[in-house]
């Protein structure tokens, strides 16, 4: 006996999860064939009007994140609810097997433009404006490619506030309340799903831009007409969520059998546009035995360049790992790379990698009080996207002048953090490739950050100093601002 649709199953009035989602979130395959063909019942000699307000029962019926905070649609709950059986139903309905539209692509993607006016809203329960408006905000900036050098007007923004070292000050989805923008394959990615993965293959999902080769310096930029593919519209991909979610299985099948670049950066979002072994390193939880082993998996990979950088930033998988204060890792990497440290060189801001480790964590950590510091000091060492540097609401928080306005509290170095630090200052000297002379573009060296730093160990400023080209960089080399390394230590 066929099953018999309830009242619950047609009940059309939960805006955020119409009968389709729910039935394919069902582990009664009963419920969505029944739903499905309900729906093929009722629409078919529908007038256009009602046939659209029907589609909340049909395979392709959706939930966009911009408006309700999480971006769905039948197929890509079936994959959430590990349900192969509905997966097929859907896909074999007539299911999208890319399981998001083009629109909400492109509309999330708005939300990463480089250069974006922070006056216009992008984190909001609403659609963004068209791409070619923010675009435009940018180009006042002199942005006239996505993917083009900082310019002069970037640069002296970010002495206006503390931005991260290694992408822009308004970092983008940092005040997003909606989840990510997804396609199936990244869903089902992520959930380590093989066969769900094949089947959206099979019938045809979008994965064009997944198997794109860059050259070290280039990056495909994101076409501003309409008609890109979804796998370019994505500001991820399949290999980055494999990895994130430790997917060892599954990160080893795109490589092998799929043949999905090891060196793909999202081309929708490009100031954080991380290929995957720096992904890997930054933003994903080294203390997953998954991530460890994918990252293993990744490193084994023929085709893997460690020498691409982020774009905009020129930021190097090694700059990432200085970042995170772990010597061991730090070590460990740099044995994988041709040229070891010293083939990190130096970011578009100037930073070599003992800059980086030299940063401070946060605003929190530096001496706000001494004005020469508050001053010269406004770049975080965090790889955290959800710290905030403020208390401002959006766009306000751009509009600070000094760390002093930022409304945080003092946190100086625990002893652990001390360690590390020195650990890690101790490996980059040793090595012999960095050259502790060298200016970043605030004109800041190493020294600048370290004296600026609260509670930092003398230890670590004597062994920086202690460098024989190092003469004389504490009392004689001063930074845009007009500070030398002396003048910053101390409150």
């Known amino acids: 006996m066929s099953y018999q649709l309830t009242p619950d199953d047609l009940d059309n009035s939960r805006d955020d999860e119409p009968p389709a989602i729910r039935a394919a979130k069902n582990p009664n395959p009963a419920v969505l064939q029944a739903l499905l063909a309900y729906y093929n019942e009722i629409s078919h000699d529908a007038p256009t009007l009602q046939r659209h307000n029907l589609e909340r029962y049909s395979p392709n019926a959706s939930v966009s994140g911009a408006i309700w905070g999480i971006y769905e649609t039948p197929l890509t709950a079936a994959i959430r609810a590990n349900l192969p059986h509905n997966i097929q139903t859907l896909l074999n309905a007539g299911a999208d097997p890319n399981g998001i539209s083009a629109f909400e692509l492109s509309d999330y993607a708005v939300r990463f433009i480089r250069g974006r006016d922070p006056k216009i809203d992008t984190s909001s329960f609403a659609y963004c404006p068209p791409r070619a408006t923010v675009l435009a905000s940018a180009q006042v900036k002199g942005i006239t490619a996505q993917t083009a050098p900082l310019t002069a007007a970037e640069i002296e923004e970010r002495r206006g506030g503390f931005p991260r070292f290694w992408t822009e000050p308004n970092v983008p989805a940092q005040r997003l309340r909606m989840n990510a923008a997804l396609t199936a394959l990244e869903v089902a990615a992520a959930m380590g799903d093989v066969s769900g993965l094949d089947a959206l293959r099979a019938a045809g999902a979008d994965e064009s831009a997944w198997f794109t080769e860059e050259e070290e310096g280039e990056m495909v930029e994101l076409s501003e007409e309409a008609g890109e593919a979804p796998s370019a519209l994505s500001t991820s991909s399949p290999v980055h969520?494999?990895?994130q979610a430790g997917q060892v299985d599954m990160l080893r099948h795109l490589l092998a059998r799929c043949g999905y670049s090891p060196n793909y950066r999202p081309r929708a979002a490009p100031t954080v546009a991380l290929p995957p072994a720096s992904f890997g390193i930054a933003r994903c939880d080294l203390g997953n035995p998954g991530v460890q082993q994918c990252l293993v998996e990744l490193l084994a990979h023929p085709k893997l360049n460690l020498g691409l950088r982020t774009p905009v930033f020129g930021v190097h998988v090694l700059h990432f790992a200085a970042a995170k204060h772990d010597p061991d890792l730090l070590g460990w990497l740099a044995g994988h790379i041709p040229g070891g440290l010293k083939a990190a060189g130096t970011t578009a801001l100037g930073h070599?990698?003992?800059?980086?480790?030299?940063?401070?964590?946060?605003?929190?950590?530096?001496?706000?009080?001494?004005?020469?510091?508050?001053?010269?000091?406004?770049?975080?060492?965090?790889?955290?996207?959800?710290?905030?540097?403020?208390?401002?609401?959006?766009?306000?928080?751009?509009?600070?002048?000094?760390?002093?306005?930022?409304?945080?509290?003092?946190?100086?170095?625990?002893?652990?953090?001390?360690?590390?630090?020195?650990?890690?200052?101790?490996?980059?000297l040793e090595d012999g490739g960095v050259d502790v002379r060298a200016q970043d573009t605030d004109g800041n060296t190493a020294l600048h950050y370290l004296a600026g730093t609260l509670n930092v160990d003398e230890e670590v400023v004597r062994m920086v100093r202690g460098m024989e080209v190092a003469e004389r960089l504490w009392e004689r080399v001063r930074n845009e601002a007009g500070f030398t390394p002396e003048e910053l230590c101390g409150e």
Do not use: K, Y
């Not at 980086?356 to 530096?366: E, G, S, V, W």
């Open 241 to 243: 969520q494999a990895l």
């Open 352 to 428: 070599t990698l003992l800059h980086i480790t030299c940063l401070p964590l946060t605003a929190d950590q530096i001496a706000g009080r001494n004005p020469a510091v508050a001053r010269s000091i406004h770049c975080a060492r965090t790889l955290d996207t959800a710290w905030l540097p403020h208390r401002l609401p959006s766009p306000l928080h751009m509009r600070f002048v000094v760390p002093g306005q930022l409304g945080g509290d003092p946190r100086p170095m625990s002893e652990s953090e001390r360690r590390a630090l020195r650990e890690t200052v101790a490996v980059i």
